[in-house]
């Protein structure tokens, strides 16, 4: 069964503090896995898409990298406009839809 | 471009009546999705059509019908709510389904009473 866990659930960084946001997923097949950006009442916003291990993919502050058996993204000195949540979801072969974590719920403080 | 938009924006039913949740896309994509999210749950996928005139069911499909309008529109249908309902329920979108980025709308905020 596909399973897609994200961890921690919430996290609290001050500015200015790094720090990584984990997905680890099992599933057959991975075509692809994706990072949102959810801000609260909003949609889901596209961040990255990975496709195959060792590809890593940067935005500003951003950097989604990808294993084998997990995702990161990493937050280098987040500034109070990263607070959000982040999604981490899976498409496996032969599946016409994604596959959603629960997310990180991200707040930084100034 | 707007890309994604639905209506309403927030809605809130008595159990048992039934309403139509709106979703176009101007995009040209062929595959649309609708999802529910609930707390500690993630998004769960309800219906998507892969393609203008298809429709299939996902992962909780109980309780609602779809209808693919055409190219752009893609409704939610609930019969007769309950309050199991009450959730946020996401419309997407993509091109040809599969890897492909899906393109989110703002949702609409559903309270069932």
């Known amino acids: 069964e596909d399973q897609v866990t994200q961890s921690p659930e919430a996290l609290r960084l001050q500015e200015g503090e790094s720090s990584s946001l984990n997905c680890s997923y099992t599933?057959?097949?991975?075509?692809?896995l994706f990072w949102y950006r959810q801000d609260p009442g909003k949609g889901p916003e596209f961040l990255f898409t990975?496709?195959?291990a060792g590809e890593e993919k940067e935005k500003e502050r951003l950097k989604a990298t990808l294993t084998k058996k997990e995702s990161f993204l990493h937050i280098t000195a987040p500034k109070p406009e990263d607070s959000a949540t982040y999604l981490c979801a899976v498409h496996r072969a032969g599946a016409n839809n994604l596959f959603f974590g629960t997310g990180t719920r991200l707040t930084v403080i100034p | 471009n707007a890309g994604v938009t639905q209506t309403p924006k927030f809605q809130v039913l008595k159990t048992g009546q039934s309403m139509t949740l709106q979703c176009a896309q101007d995009m040209n994509h062929n595959s649309m999705y609708w999802y529910r999210q609930d707390p500690g749950m993630g998004l769960r996928l309800i219906y998507y059509?892969?393609?203008?005139?298809?429709?299939d069911k996902g992962e909780v499909p109980n309780g609602y019908n779809v209808s693919r309008l055409n190219k752009r529109e893609f409704s939610l249908r609930l019969e007769s709510a309950a309050p199991s309902q009450t959730s946020v329920y996401f419309c997407?979108?993509?091109?040809?389904?599969?890897?492909?980025?899906?393109?989110f709308g703002p949702g609409t905020r559903l309270l069932v009473l």
């Open positions: 059509s892969a393609s203008e005139g298809t429709t």
């Open positions: 990975l496709y195959s």
């Open positions: 997407a979108s993509t091109m040809t389904g599969g890897s492909e980025t899906q393109y």
């Open positions: 599933v057959s097949g991975l075509r692809g």
